[in-house]
């Protein structure tokens, strides 16, 4: 029985109608292509009017496939889709031309764009002709959440999660939970303390019911899909039993061995080999670093051993291997910053009064290695005059090209900072001020207003070299200012460099365990950079904070707690719907070569070592046909893409080359 197809064309306002001539396209679709019983336009298909039309056609005129000629099934495929299953015809007997996107935008003429969206469309009906009906399965839910990074996106989704009674697992690789909020002084551009905000977050996630703290430990495996992961972690030992250990810091008071502390006090302070990362860290209990006890080094000393009034030192204490089953997976992993040294002409490292941001964050914190005095390195000497200098490291084709979003307020609450603590001259070193957020702009003016001179150009070098009187014994910033239109050479006693936000160096790495991708620039990938920034393509699979990309701290609270809401949406649901546009292995064609293990992006595949074949997971495949193609045996066929509907299209796409007298007709059509 021959198919009956209705064939929808969008204008999209003018994104489509303004390049394309809708009217000569529906026309000729309705006269020309086999099948098409209905032919319509509408001015925008995606709105309920719209919808309402292909509901009503399916009922009343029989349809069995439809065509929808608009813009990207990224975006509007699963509205369509809908509209089908609301009028109670299969969702997946209907298939999207995408003419915005692949003519009206990227076509100059109009003649031109007509002809290419009735090949799309022409396109679009013989494949639909040959696609199946399809239905999604669906997998229950464990209600067991694992959060991955303590900072305060995870602390968030942590306590969003606990809160609404869900049991949840917050891993975290370093000793205490709070990530780099825990370092800052202040936050802008309130100017309010960052610990006082902080802490008590940490002391409710330490003290909750429904958490357990996984801290001091590392992300080993991941397997299974949504709604039942297996995950492996390393709990590392800490050399002291978290059970009996008050925090009294009895054993960090008796520890013989300084060491400088490159973590947390940013090497600007020292702390011992037994250490508790700050006072107010969750949990409070410390860890020795093997690296530099004096024990693990020549198996002597042993003083917090034998003092300890609990006896909870334990040098013969081993790392833990921890499985767990959870639902969902939250990573909120966080960033780093770029190392100044990577930039020579800026003299960090070489020249002494040089600092980083996170170095002079720490200086600035009263509970900081100079108690909140700003010091230069003799540790004696307040600056007269600070220069501050933005996109160290972003900005730059040479190191990072996108903006760190964070430094040009991170810069001003510096400013605010140096002036009120030592009455310093500040000159702020910028490429385009960015204050575009609440109250940012406010805060901007009142620097102004307190005498922060801002200089508009990037800084070529910073030198001790003195040329000019008044130099000597000073750092001089040289850069052209691009508002007075010369180059200058300013002298000062201290800059600070604003160094970018990067990735975590093993972004990546915990992106394949986890069966997501990362951006060029090792950002975790979002499934949609505005309709869905906090879920991945992996199902189950969630992102918070900076480790999608540079962020301050309201936006990183804002999207843990929204990754809290989409996997409290699940378990509230009990069941996750599985997309049924999957790769299937044919098993008895399969050889066992492995091939498709190896390539599949969202390691979907396994491999039966007693069966010797491949196997699909259904819950984690995408359907994106990677293993389709590479199969050398062709024993994958991947469902809504089989070799029928591919050659359909092709066959549908060249139907000027078919049929050239109604190619004719149609060129004149788009020329009317």
């Known amino acids: 029985m021959a198919e009956r197809i209705g064939v929808y064309v969008c204008h999209c306002g003018s994104n489509i109608a303004g390049m394309v001539d809708v009217e000569a396209v529906r026309r000729w679709v309705g006269e020309n292509l086999e099948d098409v019983v209905v032919s319509k336009a509408n ?42 299953a609301n009028a109670r015809l299969n969702p997946y007997l209907m298939q999207m031309a995408n003419i915005r996107e692949h003519a009206s935008w990227v076509t100059s003429r109009r003649d031109e764009a007509t002809m290419k969206a009735i090949a799309l469309i022409s396109a679009a009906v013989e494949r639909v002709k040959c696609q199946q009906p399809l239905q999604p399965s669906s997998v229950d839910v464990n209600p067991q959440t694992l959060v991955v990074g303590g900072g305060i ?113 940013a090497g600007m302070g020292y702390r011992k080999a037994i250490y508790t990362s700050f006072p107010q860290a969750v949990p409070k209990v410390p860890v020795v670093d093997r ?107 040479n190191y990072n090209h996108y903006c760190s979003n964070i430094c040009c307020m991170s810069a001003l609450k510096f400013g605010h900072l140096a002036i009120e603590k030592t009455g310093a001259e500040v000159f702020s070193f910028y490429i385009d001020m960015r204050p575009n957020f609440k109250d940012y702009e406010e805060f901007y003016q009142r620097l102004l207003e307190e005498g922060m001179s801002f200089v508009r150009g990037k800084v070529a070098e910073v030198t001790d070299a003195s040329r000019l009187p008044g130099e000597q014994g000073k750092l001089i910033v040289q850069c052209e200012d691009t508002l007075l239109g010369r180059q200058r050479r300013i002298p000062v006693d201290m800059v600070v460099l604003m160094s970018a936000l990067e990735p975590r160096e093993d972004s990546k790495e915990v992106g394949l365990k986890c069966g997501i991708s990362c951006s060029m620039a090792g950002w975790f ?132 080359a078919r049929r050239p007298e109604t190619a004719g007709a149609a060129e004149e059509q788009s020329h009317d």
Request: proline share 4%.
């Open 43 to 84: 001015r925008f298909l995606c709105s309920s009017p719209g919808q309402g039309m292909i509901e009503d056609d399916i009922k009343d005129e029989g349809l069995t496939r439809v065509v929808v000629a608009a813009c990207s099934p990224h975006l509007h495929e699963t509205t369509f889709r809908r509209a089908c």
């Open 153 to 265: 996106a995870g602390v968030q989704a942590t306590l969003e999660l606990a809160d609404a009674g869900y049991r949840v697992f917050l891993l975290e690789r370093e000793p205490s939970i709070g990530g780099h909020m825990a370092q800052f002084d202040k936050t802008f551009p309130t100017l309010d303390c960052a610990a006082c905000i902080l802490t008590p977050r940490m002391s409710e996630v330490g003290q909750h019911e429904n958490v357990t703290l996984l801290t001091y430990s590392e992300l080993e495996s991941v397997s299974g899909s949504v709604g039942s992961f297996h995950v492996t972690i390393r709990k590392k030992a800490r050399s002291v039993n978290e059970e009996t250990c008050t925090g009294c810091g009895y054993c960090e008071d008796k520890c013989p061995r300084k060491v400088l502390d490159t973590e947390f006090e």
């Open 291 to 397: 690296d530099s006890c004096i024990w693990f080094e020549r198996g002597k000393c042993g003083a917090c051993m034998k003092l300890c009034p609990t006896g909870s030192i334990d040098f013969e204490q081993q790392d833990q291997t921890i499985e767990l089953d959870v639902g969902n997976i939250i990573l909120a992993t966080g960033y780093s910053t770029f190392d100044a040294r990577r930039m020579p002409q800026y003299g960090y490292g070489r020249l002494a009064n040089v600092f980083t941001s996170l170095e002079f964050e720490r200086m600035c914190n009263a509970a900081g290695p100079t108690g909140g005095k700003i010091l230069l390195r003799d540790g004696r000497t307040q600056p007269k005059s600070v220069a501050i200098v933005h996109c160290v490291g972003s900005r730059d084709k």
């Open 525 to 656: 990938t979002e499934r949609h950079p505005k309709l869905d920034p906090v879920a991945t393509m992996t199902d189950g699979i969630f992102i918070a904070g900076a480790c999608q990309g540079p962020k301050d701290i309201p936006a990183s609270v804002s999207q843990g707690a929204a990754a809290a809401a989409r996997v409290q949406s699940m378990i509230t649901r009990g069941t996750v719907a599985i997309e049924p546009i999957v790769a299937t292995i044919h098993e008895e064609n399969c050889s066992g070569c492995r091939v498709c293990n190896g390539l599949c992006p969202f390691s979907a595949i396994e491999f039966d070592a007693d069966q010797q074949v491949s196997r699909v997971v259904a819950a984690l495949c995408k359907g994106c046909g990677t293993c389709v193609a590479a199969c050398p045996a062709q024993a994958i066929s991947g469902a809504h893409f089989d070799n029928d509907q591919i050659m359909a299209e092709i066959k549908g796409i060249l139907w000027d």
